[in-house]
Nanobody, 125 residues
Framework: QVQLVESGGGLVQAGGSLQLSCEAS????????MGWFRQAPGKEREFAAA????????NYADSVKGRFTISRDKAKNAVYLQMNSLKPEDSAVYYC??????????????????WGQGTQVTVSS
């Protein structure tokens, strides 16, 4: 039914850049916020970035602020994460997610109801 598919992960050297893409199907997220989360081995999944339903509001974890940029394309039902100045500590499986609340900009992780399977990002030093 609802499917989110991430792509764009891979291996990159520290200081490099990578863009992740996520395309949704089975449900339109045009009136819902979307976000990116990440999980490193042995750690809990954590918030990275989110964008409001109309793209007017974005929020970033302090650890990625100034380096990552989230954007969306409503026509493609897609969300993107541009990652610059990558650090080894950015290595994780990155998940895209769709919010459960119409128009909501409450970006707490528990409010995201639809999840992709993740894409691996590995940053070497």
């Amino acid at each position: 039914q609802v499917q989110l598919v991430e792509s764009g992960g891979g291996l990159v050297q520290a200081g490099g850049s990578l863009q992740l893409s996520c395309e949704a199907s089975g449900r339109s997220f045009s009136l819902y916020a979307m976000g990116w989360f990440r999980q490193a081995p042995g750690k809990e999944r954590e918030f990275a970035a989110a964008i409001s339903w109309n793209g007017g509001l974005t929020n970033y974890a302090d650890s990625v602020k100034g380096r990552f940029t989230i954007s969306r394309d409503k026509a493609k039902n897609a969300v993107y994460l541009q990652m610059n100045s990558l650090k080894p500590e950015d290595s994780a499986v990155y998940y895209c997610a769709g919010h459960r609340g119409l128009y909501s900009s409450d970006f707490r992780q528990e409010n995201f109801a639809y999840w992709g399977q993740g894409t691996q990002v590995t940053v070497s030093s």
